[in-house]
């Protein structure tokens, strides 16, 4: 196994104990994510995390480890920040181990839609052991896994939520279609996709008991003292409340009650009419909000925030550094993990550059945000 970096015990000792503390809602400030690079390094959030469909079923685990590894020692992990890695097959890469074909153009995972042309009371949906992209992304995982377990937390590929996954493999306009005029067979198929998801999610668990010691996490930024994820439903964003009841939540309560540290991806404003079913899902520890494109950013919602965090949940975002600064001044900051980035001249946000964020720790020092 190799040591990739060289964090002291002491370190990590006092980043899990913070992370566990913020877990139990007892950490008395927000926790401060930054992931940086070197300013002319050249590097970004891509090079770390790229897109592992790009490289194929014939690429060996090994190649690619050797290629993201230099990228991951030249990350400045500050703040409340722990190296990580987590395996980038798209959104939904569950789809592909259910069948569809999947390809990647320009970084975007793309699903073909595999059974659009079948009746849905025909189709039956479970697990092929064998199917190639399930066997490579276990593959590549315990590849990670027994490297660099010891060195940085190996995080889980983003599976997909489960009416996200049937939209890859039915086609979002036909789905659409299936959950008014056959409902109950969409229930069926959410129920089959769930059982596979978290099927694939025990395996990876496995693995990752195996070797890695020094955590969990998922895509996102959320360290883990335990199994947990970043579950969603974007699919959510197109049904309303009722169908929401209907077709997401008994399975995201399912998926919630067979980890320890279940959080949602709470994406665009179209999908916060299902935000009160959602708090009151006792398990689900907490919500990531994410506005979404042209939508003010995560520090202009405050009554949004509040509200998560008056029901008790816990509130993850990626905001500026000043972003950051009106969190902290106008909520206090408790129960939040401020995942901090920066804006390029396009408008798209980007890694801090390390001049970038100790400069935005100095801040936030001066706010009273001591870590």
């Given at each position: 196994?190799?040591?990739?970096?060289?964090f002291?015990?002491?370190?990590w000792?006092?980043?899990?104990?913070?992370w566990a503390?913020?877990?139990?809602?007892?950490?008395?400030r927000?926790?401060?994510?930054?992931?940086?690079?070197?300013a002319h390094?050249g590097?970004?959030?891509?090079?770390l995390?790229?897109?592992?469909?790009?490289?194929?079923?014939n690429?060996?685990?090994?190649?690619?480890?050797?290629?993201?590894?230099p990228?991951?020692?030249?990350?400045?992990w500050?703040?409340?920040a722990?190296?990580?890695w987590?395996?980038?097959?798209?959104?939904?890469?569950?789809?592909?181990?259910l069948?569809?074909?999947?390809?990647?153009?320009?970084g975007?995972?793309w699903?073909?839609?595999?059974?659009?042309?079948?009746?849905?009371?025909t189709i039956?949906l479970?697990?092929d052991?064998n199917?190639p992209?399930?066997?490579y992304?276990?593959?590549v995982?315990?590849a990670a896994?027994q490297?660099?377990?010891n060195?940085i937390?190996?995080?889980?590929?983003?599976l997909?939520?489960?009416?996200?996954?049937l939209?890859?493999l039915r086609?979002?306009d036909?789905?659409?279609?299936?959950v008014?005029?056959?409902?109950?067979e969409?229930s069926?198929l959410?129920?089959?996709?769930?059982?596979?998801w978290?099927?694939?999610?025990?395996?990876?668990?496995q693995?990752h008991?195996?070797?890695?010691t020094?955590?969990?996490?998922?895509?996102a930024?959320?360290w883990?003292p335990?199994?947990?994820?970043?579950?969603?439903?974007?699919?959510?964003y197109m049904i309303?409340p009722?169908?929401?009841?209907?077709?997401v939540?008994?399975?995201?309560v399912?998926?919630?009650?067979?980890?320890?540290f279940p959080?949602?991806?709470?994406?665009?404003?179209?999908?916060?009419?299902?935000?009160?079913?959602?708090?009151?899902?006792?398990?689900?520890?907490g919500?990531?909000?994410?506005?979404?494109?042209?939508?003010p950013?995560?520090?202009?919602?405050?009554?949004?925030?509040?509200?998560?965090r008056?029901?008790?949940?816990?509130?993850?975002v990626y905001?500026?550094?000043?972003?950051?600064q009106?969190?902290?001044?106008e909520?206090?900051g408790?129960?939040?993990?401020?995942?901090?980035?920066?804006?390029?001249?396009?408008?798209?946000?980007?890694?801090?550059?390390?001049?970038?964020?100790?400069?935005a720790?100095?801040?936030?020092?001066?706010?009273g945000?001591?870590?």
């Amino acid at each position: 196994m190799t040591t990739l970096l060289q964090f002291s015990s002491d370190h990590w000792h006092k980043l899990q104990n913070d992370w566990a503390l913020w877990w139990q809602g007892k950490l008395d400030r927000p926790l401060i994510v930054i992931e940086a690079f070197d300013a002319h390094s050249g590097l970004t959030y891509e090079h770390l995390y790229p897109n592992l469909v790009q490289f194929g079923l014939n690429t060996s685990a090994k190649k690619i480890l050797d290629q993201i590894e230099p990228v991951i020692q030249s990350v400045h992990w500050l703040g409340d920040a722990y190296p990580r890695w987590w395996l980038n097959f798209g959104p939904g890469i569950l789809a592909a181990f259910l069948g569809s074909q999947v390809n990647c153009v320009n970084g975007v995972t793309w699903f073909a839609p595999s059974l659009h042309n079948k009746e849905l009371r025909t189709i039956t949906l479970s697990l092929d052991p064998n199917a190639p992209w399930y066997r490579y992304t276990l593959t590549v995982f315990e590849a990670a896994v027994q490297r660099w377990g010891n060195s940085i937390v190996i995080g889980y590929p983003d599976l997909g939520g489960i009416l996200d996954i049937l939209a890859s493999l039915r086609g979002t306009d036909k789905l659409l279609l299936d959950v008014v005029d056959t409902p109950e067979e969409v229930s069926r198929l959410c129920s089959e996709i769930t059982r596979t998801w978290l099927e694939v999610f025990k395996q990876l668990n496995q693995i990752h008991n195996s070797s890695a010691t020094l955590g969990f996490s998922s895509w996102a930024p959320l360290w883990m003292p335990n199994s947990g994820y970043m579950l969603q439903c974007d699919f959510s964003y197109m049904i309303s409340p009722r169908m929401f009841q209907k077709f997401v939540l008994p399975d995201l309560v399912t998926c919630c009650q067979e980890m320890h540290f279940p959080f949602y991806h709470l994406d665009g404003k179209g999908q916060l009419v299902h935000l009160k079913s959602l708090l009151e899902i006792e398990q689900l520890k907490g919500i990531q909000w994410i506005p979404g494109d042209g939508a003010p950013p995560a520090e202009d919602w405050l009554e949004l925030l509040d509200e998560i965090r008056q029901k008790q949940k816990l509130c993850q975002v990626y905001v500026t550094p000043a972003g950051a600064q009106k969190i902290v001044r106008e909520l206090g900051g408790q129960g939040f993990v401020l995942s901090l980035w920066e804006k390029d001249d396009n408008g798209r946000y980007r890694n801090l550059t390390l001049q970038e964020a100790e400069i935005a720790l100095e801040t936030l020092h001066k706010e009273g945000i001591s870590i």
